[in-house]
């Protein structure tokens, strides 16, 4: 396999190590909701975690392409210092990858505060405390245009299952997001992963 294949690969790694982390948090939320953990600290970090993973990453593909470049033998030694700037390379990557996650942790943030501040005005009548911070991390970790799929996503998983229990029932209850900001976080990432969407095709 060449050079810049085995590079490309470690791209949808990522993606896959997100899907695990979802999972991970999933499941960390099932149990406390069933009484099995009682800290909640792990969904606020969570939402931490959404906001430096991907930067930490960002730095590991300017590293590695610097290296790759410098190391091919080919053209893409002149991509690099002394015949380009070094903001090339801090570029390069800032505008194929990193600007997409800069977006929806934006967005995310953006989220987390509105609902924090809405819910606790109005005695949480909306969502349960840790709900805000899965939802918000889940923003940040389906990138930018991600977030528009993966809110498409919640909305339409909430009035399938809500109008199934109404049809299984005859009650008119909406189904709540608690479980559902996580699974619609990983069927993003699979589908991106699966069809080569957005920043990695």
């Not at 909640?40 to 930490?56: D, G, Q, V």
């Amino acid at each position: 396999m060449m050079l810049i294949d085995a590079f490309v690969l470690t791209r949808f790694h990522f993606l896959a190590l997100l899907t695990l982390i979802f999972l991970g948090v999933f499941t960390a939320q099932v149990l406390y909701r069933c009484g099995k953990i009682k800290n909640t600290k792990i969904f606020r970090a969570f939402f931490w975690f959404s906001l430096i993973f991907p930067f930490l990453y960002y730095i590991y593909l300017t590293i590695a392409q610097y290296f790759m470049w410098k190391t091919e033998g080919g053209l893409g030694k002149f991509l690099l210092p002394p015949y380009v700037g070094a903001s090339y390379v801090i570029g390069y990557h800032f505008i194929r990858f990193y600007l997409y996650y800069l977006i929806s942790a934006a967005v995310g943030t953006l989220f987390l505060l509105a609902a924090v501040y809405l819910n606790k005005k109005f005695g949480r009548r909306f969502f349960e405390d840790e709900e805000p911070y899965l939802g918000a991390g889940a923003i940040s970790l389906v990138g930018y245009p991600g977030f528009f799929f993966y809110l498409v996503a919640l909305f339409s998983s909430q009035l399938v299952l809500t109008a199934g229990r109404y049809l299984l029932t005859r009650k008119s209850e909406r189904v709540p997001f608690y479980y559902l900001w996580l699974p619609a976080g990983v069927f993003v990432i699979l589908l991106i992963y699966h069809y080569r969407l957005f920043y990695f095709s």
